[in-house]
Nanobody, 125 residues
Framework: QVQLVESGGGLVQSGGSLRLSCAASGRTFSRCNVGWFRQAPGKEREFVAVLKWMSSTTDYGDSVKGRFIISRDNAKNTVFLQMDSLKPEDTAVYYC??????????????????WGQGTQVTVSS
């Protein structure tokens, strides 16, 4: 089973940028979809982005489309989430996840098998 570790979270002002990393150990990201989700206090886990293994296509949640980019560095076995033009409403714990059933769309938590522990992102106004 893959182990996932997120990093790169922190405190940033509104309009700023952060790049989150998700490093995998135990196995590579090959033959799985990789997604990012976030969860703010008192709210459900929200889809942020997915990178599909089969097609290498990406998909984004409506609230982050045009501001966030998901990418992968196969040599480093790491997936990134570049977050630009951050807003206070982006404040949440961000989780990466892998899904072995690559035919799934990847927009809901149930499409994923493994999860990291999360990294906190706080955007101040």
């Amino acid at each position: 089973q893959v182990q996932l570790v997120e990093s790169g979270g922190g405190l940033v002002q509104s309009g700023g940028s952060l790049r989150l990393s998700c490093a995998a150990s135990g196995r590579t990201f090959s033959r799985c979809n990789v997604g990012w989700f976030r969860q703010a206090p008192g709210k459900e886990r929200e889809f942020v982005a997915v990178l599909k293994w089969m097609s290498s296509t990406t998909d984004y949640g409506d609230s982050v489309k045009g501001r966030f980019i998901i990418s992968r560095d196969n040599a480093k076995n790491t997936v990134f989430l570049q977050m630009d033009s951050l807003k206070p409403e982006d404040t949440a714990v961000y989780y990466c996840a892998t899904g072995s059933i690559i035919s799934r769309r990847g927009r809901v938590p149930g499409d994923y098998d493994s999860w990291g522990q999360g990294t906190q992102v706080t955007v101040s106004s």
